[in-house]
T-cell receptor, first 116, second 109 residues
Framework: DSGVTQTPKHLITATGQRVTLRCSPR?????VYWYQQSLDQGLQFLIH???????AKGNILERFSAQQFPDLHSELNLSSLELGDSALYFC???????????????FGEGSRLTVL | KNEVEQSPQNLTAQEGEFITINCSYS?????LHWLQQHPGGGIVSLFM?????KKHGRLIATINIQEKHSSLHITASHPRDSAVYIC???????????WGAGTKLIIKP
């Protein structure tokens, strides 16, 4: 158990819909990273939050948004869903993100999104 | 050219063989991570290295900062080692991660 909790584990929805994926980082970890992994593809970095603030954006579509709340949990919102958005969405956390090495990464088990 | 290159892309070996997976990078880094992704999808952090060598059970990771190269070794490989092994480097400039494409390892009994 990595200590990172992601919900839901599985989600099936239709095109055009909107979903919210949730991530609770390990206790004490201030950084949260979101990744997308499509079938048989590598991890694609979406966005990084540190202590409530956005720190870096990767290949995140405009239809997607995220935030990190004061209690440090994070949500990834995916809207106007398309078939191609079907993927595993991973959240990872680490201790820090500012001015020093961030330490080991801890991944959640992922949320598998299927868009029909 | 990708900033992080892993080789080989795919590797099939017999149980018991010594396995080496390589990772080369072209950027200044503060640390390098090795991770393992099992067929079920879960990702586990194996090592975080900034210099030298680390060992955990049958797994050994080394890094040569001057040559910008790291290797992950598996001794006495076992079918349960079958997974995708991913190298990621943390940039010294802004602490962001850059990911390798992964090496798919299959160990046959």
């Amino acid at each position: 158990d990595s200590g990172v909790t992601q919900t839901p584990k599985h989600l099936i929805t239709a095109t055009g819909q909107r979903v919210t994926l949730r991530c609770s980082p390990r206790s004490g970890d201030l950084s949260v990273y979101w990744y997308q992994q499509s079938l048989d593809q590598g991890l694609q970095f979406l966005i990084h939050y540190y202590n409530g603030e956005e720190r870096a954006k990767g290949n995140i579509l405009e239809r997607f948004s995220a935030q990190q709340f004061p209690d440090l949990h994070s949500e990834l919102n995916l809207s106007s869903l398309e078939l191609g958005d079907s993927a595993l969405y991973f959240c990872a956390s680490s201790v820090a993100g500012e001015g020093r090495n961030t330490g080991e990464l801890f991944f959640g088990e992922g949320s598998r999104l299927t868009v029909l | 050219k990708n900033e992080v290159e892993q080789s080989p892309q795919n590797l099939t070996a017999q149980e018991g063989e010594f396995i080496t997976i390589n990772c080369s990078y072209s950027v200044g880094i503060s640390a390098l991570h090795w991770l393992q992704q099992h067929p079920g999808g879960g990702i586990v952090s194996l090592f975080m290295l900034s210099s030298g060598k680390k060992k955990h059970g049958r797994l050994i990771a080394t890094i040569n900062i001057q040559e910008k190269h790291s290797s992950l070794h598996i001794t006495a490989s076992h079918p349960r080692d079958s997974a995708v092994y991913i190298c990621a480097v943390r940039l010294r400039s802004n602490y962001q991660l850059i990911w390798g494409a992964g090496t798919k390892l299959i160990i046959k009994p």
